[in-house]
């Protein structure tokens, strides 16, 4: 059958009409599978959720228990039917919990990837290549100007700047979900065994991680009502982006900005937030990684989505491949 009438892009989201759901919907729908717990693809208010155990939890603490009226936890690799098609979940590399759909139908496969990277993660799955006739990808960094150093590089950058100024407090701007618990599992792994101090809003997050037994080491609370301001000196502290516009990050002493991101590879993207220490620590893929996902998985054809569509789309057409963007709207790639 042709792809187009298996899964196709509508206002609320990629929409398979044989199988009545939609994946990651921007809007509440009957019927959602879900690729990842990040808000821009995990909304509430859906009627059913289909997604792996963990993005349904992390759902779950972050919406409460109404996130939507039922749920079903989807198994890694294996098969459920769902009306006249035939859905299938497996790791993505993301996050913690996170999945690519395969969606198959008389003999046609897609599979919507969702976000993903290829880089190693102590926190979640790798990702697994899946064959498919269609592979729909991400493009948040695609664009050949980005190339991302090794996260060992990156650590090392903080770890050194932790050494030469032990009177200032290095706060780490990172995203809540994946990004936190990655820099601080990263850290672990390079020998820092010192107590990481966290903002109130990963806090719940950090918890599961744990619970799901991933080893985080020796955390602590940053907010906590510390009359000292030098009790802090020498410490890492990682919180939300948005928290280092209030005065919760003033109370630091002498504080080291430092934002943790595939972004800060744009030097005026650092500048604009005032960062002192950029991390290029993304949990995407780079350009390479990319183009050589492509090349392993050799689909009939590519569908970009959002990001930097334009320019994988012609990539792909260059190697022979055909492609072409979706131009879905509602994800946001800031936060990474």
């Known amino acids: 059958m042709k792809p187009e009438t298996l899964l196709y892009p509508t206002p ?4 398979c009409e044989k199988g009545g759901f939609y994946i990651d919907p921007v809007q509440p729908v009957e019927k959602a599978l879900i690729t990842h717990g990040h808000a821009d693809h995990a909304r509430a208010g859906h009627t059913h959720v289909l997604a792996t155990q963990e993005t349904l939890d992390i759902m779950r603490i972050r919406y409460g228990d109404a996130f939507c009226v039922s ?7 294996a098969r459920t039917g769902i009306g006249d098609i035939t859905a299938s979940f497996h790791p993505a590399g993301h996050v913690l919990g996170s999945a690519q759909i395969a969606v198959e139908a008389n003999g046609t496969r897609i599979v919507v990837s969702g976000d993903y990277k290829r880089r190693r993660d102590p926190t979640c799955a790798a990702f697994e290549p899946v064959p498919c006739d ?19 590089g990156e650590v090392a950058k903080l770890l050194t700047s932790l050494r030469q100024f032990p009177e200032r407090a290095h706060i780490i701007g990172a995203y809540a979900l994946g990004k936190a618990q990655r820099i601080i599992a990263l850290l672990r792994e390079a020998g820092y065994d010192q107590p990481i101090y966290i903002h109130g809003a990963l806090a719940r997050l950090c918890d ?8 985080l080491g020796d955390i602590r609370p940053a907010t906590q009502d510390v009359q000292d301001r030098q009790s802090f000196a020498g410490a890492v502290v990682i919180g939300p982006p948005a928290a280092f516009a209030d005065k919760w990050a003033r109370r630091f002493p002498d504080p080291v900005a430092i934002f943790a991101s595939g972004w800060m590879l744009v030097r005026q993207r650092a500048k604009q937030r005032g960062v002192e220490l950029p991390m290029i620590i993304s949990d995407h893929c780079d350009w390479t990684e990319l183009t050589e996902t492509i090349r392993e998985i050799n689909p009939a054809q590519v569908w970009v989505t959002h990001g930097r569509e334009e320019a994988l789309v012609r990539w792909c057409e260059l190697e022979g491949i055909a492609a072409r963007p979706l131009h879905l709207v509602g994800y946001d790639d800031e936060g990474e």
Not at 12 to 15: H, I, W
Not at 134 to 152: C, K, Y
């Open 71 to 77: 749920s079903q936890a989807a198994v890694l690799g």
């Open 12 to 15: 609320k989201g990629l929409y």
């Open 208 to 215: 599961y991680y744990e619970e799901r037994g991933i080893g």
């Open 134 to 152: 269609v592979f729909i990808t991400e493009a948040t960094f695609g664009l050949p100007v980005f190339h991302h150093p090794d996260d060992r």
